[in-house]
């Protein structure tokens, strides 16, 4: 039976996944929108609560009604946690932009220990081997309830072992709050285990959730909210961290703007001018690794810090840059060429001695190429 303590916890945890669901569904940011992984994980988390309360409702009687539901929401708990910990590993692989479609094996293969799952949860109806109901509607283990466990925990090892994988294509940031969210499950899923009845991986699970959203909310003051890349602000704060002297020869900038873009928001409309820009910060991140800093500091203006050595020169890392651009420009469905003109150079410590001096002089070469267009 649900204890009132544990009926409000997961009350409370529900109205708090409810309110973050509403404010991801509300909000216009573009790359917030387009996360449908964590927004599945959020409701899988909702439904696990709200199961949890069926349940304990369920066990408070003892009739035909009763023992169904009480059958019904246990075995669907079963299947929603670790699904809810597969999305979690699903969000982590689209926020390093790893490709679904060219991988179809691995992510149906990842569903496997779910489908396993469902069928040894629902035939526990007649076998008992996850759980079974008493006749006094009481829930009692099966024998197989430990293959629940480790399905869940293998979910939650993955998730682990994804950021470990693709911490080279996260953004630095997002590091430490990606591996901070299998903590509180994992901890509350030993207690539950050891301690019989106790309830808390579900909120805690409501807990980790909780935690992305606010990461989420933290990156959207500094993430521009069309092109998902740093924004003014966080440009201004990441150029206040570099030491002049320690750049020196090892930092390059480059300055990309776009030609002709309010013709094309006069001529095709705005809608069409934020695709260009959505394009145009992919052709970006297409052509630097994520360790660099790629802002867009205008309205068609995009500014990128980035390091180089004997490998990772400006002038190869000039050439990626236009051979992006031209293979996007002949694959694109728009009736125009995106155009751009951008300037680019190392920072050397003797000849500008400050950050704003070596902009302002990358921005006399952006536009000494765009007059020459």
């Known amino acids: 039976m649900l204890s009132i303590y544990n009926f409000q916890t997961n009350l409370y945890s ?15 940011d573009y790359h917030i929108r387009e996360s449908r992984s964590f927004k599945r994980l959020i409701g899988l988390a909702s439904y696990l609560l709200f ?3 069926m349940i304990g409702i369920s066990a408070s009687y003892v009739n035909q009604v009763a023992i169904i539901s009480h059958y019904f929401f246990n075995a669907t708990g079963f299947i929603a946690l670790p699904a809810a910990a597969l999305m979690w590993v699903h969000y982590i692989l689209r926020e390093a932009n790893y490709d679904f479609k ?20 629902f035939i526990s109806v007649f076998t008992g081997w996850y759980f079974t109901i008493s006749t006094a509607n009481e829930y009692i283990r099966g ?70 959203f606010l990461f989420i909310q933290s990156q959207r003051v500094y993430t521009d909210y069309l092109t998902g890349l740093n924004n003014r602000r ?6 206040a961290t570099i030491k002049p002297k320690s750049a020196h020869m090892n930092l390059a900038g480059m300055l990309i703007d776009l030609d002709d873009f309010k013709k094309i928001n006069d001529t095709y409309g705005h809608f069409i001018g934020d695709e260009v820009l959505m394009a145009m910060s992919k052709i970006l991140t297409d052509t630097f690794s994520p360790n660099d800093f790629l802002a867009r500091v ?29 293979a996007f420009n002949q694959t694109q469905a728009f009736s125009f060429e995106i155009k751009c003109s951008y300037g680019v150079d190392l920072f050397d410590y003797g000849t500008y001695k400050s950050l704003p001096r070596f902009m302002a002089s990358v921005d006399q070469l952006m536009y000494r190429q765009k007059h020459r267009v």
Do not use: C
């Open 14 to 28: 529900l109205i708090i996944l409810l309110i973050v669901y509403i404010s991801l569904a509300t909000n216009k």
């Open 51 to 53: 199961a949890e309360i």
């Open 102 to 121: 060219k991988h179809r094996l691995i992510v149906y293969g990842m569903m496997v220990p779910i489908f396993i799952t469902g069928i040894l949860a």
């Open 143 to 212: 024998p197989l309830f430990f293959v629940h466990i480790i399905f869940s925990y293998f979910y939650i090892f993955l998730g682990v072992a994804v950021v470990l994988w693709q911490r080279r294509n996260l953004a630095k940031s997002a590091l430490v709050p990606m591996l901070l969210f299998a903590l509180p499950p994992l901890v509350a899923g030993i207690l539950q285990t050891l301690f019989y009845g106790t309830l808390i991986v579900n909120p805690a699970l409501a807990l980790s959730v909780l935690m992305i």
């Open 234 to 239: 966080q440009f201004e704060r990441y150029v």
């Open 298 to 326: 205008g309205g068609d203006e995009f500014f990128v810090f980035f390091h180089v050595d004997k490998n990772k020169t400006i002038t190869k890392i000039s050439q990626v840059f236009i051979e992006n651009l031209n």
